[in-house]
């Protein structure tokens, strides 16, 4: 039996169908969830994809935080559930403070689109265990406001924790802090991204089939091989 991956659609999701795309090509059971129904319909995990939810009003991810969908995935996602959020996904899950931090305008306040490596620094959460600890892998970034920011103190607790998943490498497109692209909650389940994992999923139009690392690993997650668990660390 397929496991299957929920995807939000927000009003505004840009990138729902090619994260329900993503998941499909892992091997699960793609399922659309809508951001006015708080039914999760049994998913074994969940996706926030990217895009403009609720036209970016007030600031990324602000609206979608009180979403119907939200409150029964806040509950789920302290319950073990594994939550994947892209880009403004990322920016709601902070705004749903399930994980920390903000994301705020680029520094060089121009949106940028580009294929971005990264360094994958934790292999141990649930959307991780298919990669290394150190790999450099190539997806798009798309963002405007991608800059991740927290405080000293939470910095150097994400550092401490081993919860930074993923660092810029060869030039930093947002100016995020410490130069951050990931990172995740204490137990491990919920991810936050601000590139795409979910473009670079096929040779026809990604730059690399790295991204599909991300949802096979949720997968082997799920499915409880030793050593790895769905809810926290290897």
């Known amino acids: 039996m397929s496991m299957r991956i929920g995807v939000v659609t927000f009003p505004g999701s840009l990138d729902d169908g090619d994260a329900a795309r993503a998941a499909r090509i892992a091997g ?51 319950g073990g559930l594994p939550v994947l959020g892209i880009c403004n996904g990322f920016q709601i899950l902070c705004e749903a403070h ?15 689109n580009r294929d971005q490596f990264l360094s994958v620094e934790s292999a141990g959460t649930a959307w991780t265990t298919s990669f290394t600890a150190g790999q450099e892998i190539l997806i798009p970034v798309k963002n405007g406001e991608g800059c991740y920011v927290a ?33 995740t909650n204490e137990a491990g389940n919920v991810v936050g991204i601000m590139p795409h994992p979910e473009h670079a999923v096929e040779t026809l139009t990604g730059p690399s089939l790295d991204g599909l690392g991300f949802f096979t690993s949720v997968l ?7 050593g790895v668990n769905a809810g926290g660390h290897q």
């Open 28 to 78: 699960a059971d793609a399922v659309r969830l809508w951001h006015g129904d708080p039914d999760l319909h049994g998913v074994d995990a969940v996706v926030l994809p990217g895009g403009f939810s609720y036209g970016d009003a007030l600031r990324c991810g602000a609206i979608a935080r009180f979403a119907p969908v939200m409150d029964s995935i806040v509950d789920a996602a302290r």
């Open 98 to 112: 399930l994980l920390p931090g903000a994301l705020t305008r680029n520094q060089h306040l121009h949106f940028r």
């Open 151 to 183: 405080d000293e103190r939470t910095l150097d607790q994400l550092e401490a924790e081993g919860r930074v998943v993923a660092r810029y490498l060869r030039g930093n497109p947002n100016g995020s802090q410490r130069d951050i692209a990931a990172i």
């Open 220 to 226: 082997r997650a799920l499915a409880g091989p030793a």
